[in-house]
């Protein structure tokens, strides 16, 4: 699995995201999609992927999302649910794309889902609250 041949760039971050990656992006018309590999480290006993990794890339996924709609101010997460739908297997690409839908003063509603070669396998709906820009 070459995500560069298909336009993904890789995205060395910071923090949890940093862990489990390497995350990698890829514009779209107006928006921003991420992925992940899925490799043997991200499975569970059962040998697909785990449940927590699908929920981290599409937490972060809508989490940037949010971010960027909202003229870049911080957010947390407040309200995060997920349905899985199919399993994902290590050597996969797993694709996360979301969108608002809605924005107010203090929250992001957002929607997404991930999906590998176009078949869905986590649909989401979350709640981000957004929080005052630090100083300095």
Not at 27 to 47: K, Q
Not at 55 to 72: C, Q
Request: proline share 4%; glycine share 10%.
């Amino acid at each position: 699995m070459d995500p560069a041949a298909a336009g993904w760039k890789p995205r060395s971050l910071e923090g949890f995201i940093g862990l489990v990656g390497p995350l990698w992006t890829r514009r779209e018309d107006d928006a921003w999609a991420y992925a992940i590999v899925a490799e043997a480290r991200h499975a569970n006993r059962a040998g697909i992927v785990h449940g927590g990794l699908l929920v981290t890339l599409i937490d972060h996924a809508l989490s940037a999302i949010a971010w960027e709609a909202a003229a870049r101010r911080p957010c947390v997460t407040v309200q995060l649910d997920a349905r899985f739908l199919a399993p994902a297997h290590p050597g996969q690409l797993i694709e996360a794309r979301g969108r608002v839908a809605r924005l107010t003063t203090g929250l992001a509603f957002m929607e997404g889902n991930l999906a590998i070669e176009g078949e869905e396998v986590l649909s989401a709906s979350a709640v981000l609250r957004m929080l005052e820009q630090r100083e300095g």
